[in-house]
């Protein structure tokens, strides 16, 4: 694999919830979620999978060179294959 085809991944993002609309991301190349214990997660395209509990907050995300910031309640974050989906209850 050739540095320029890790240039060329991006991650999907969907923020789902059972109580309302949903948000989906594309092309995004970084984010920052907070975390349940209050730390913070950077997640690049070929993140390892994983599973972890959010806390209501940001989630900052980079996408076309621009950092975008949105408000996102509480939830499971999972992530596996560049895909990260939080689902929230409210």
């Known amino acids: 694999m050739s540095p320029s085809d890790d240039a060329e991944k991006r991650l999907k993002v969907e ?19 907070l975390l349940a214990d209050g730390s913070w997660l950077g997640v690049h395209p070929g993140h390892a999978p994983l ?3 959010t806390a209501d907050g940001e989630l900052r995300y980079r ?17 596996k294959d560049d895909l990260v989906s939080i689902l929230t209850t409210h």
Do not use: F, P
């Open 63 to 79: 996408q076309d060179g621009e950092e975008i910031t949105v408000l996102v309640r509480s939830g499971i974050l999972t992530l």
């Open 15 to 33: 923020v789902l919830s059972l109580g309302s609309g949903g948000l989906i991301l594309e092309n995004i190349s970084a984010l920052q979620v």
């Open 51 to 53: 599973v972890t509990a």
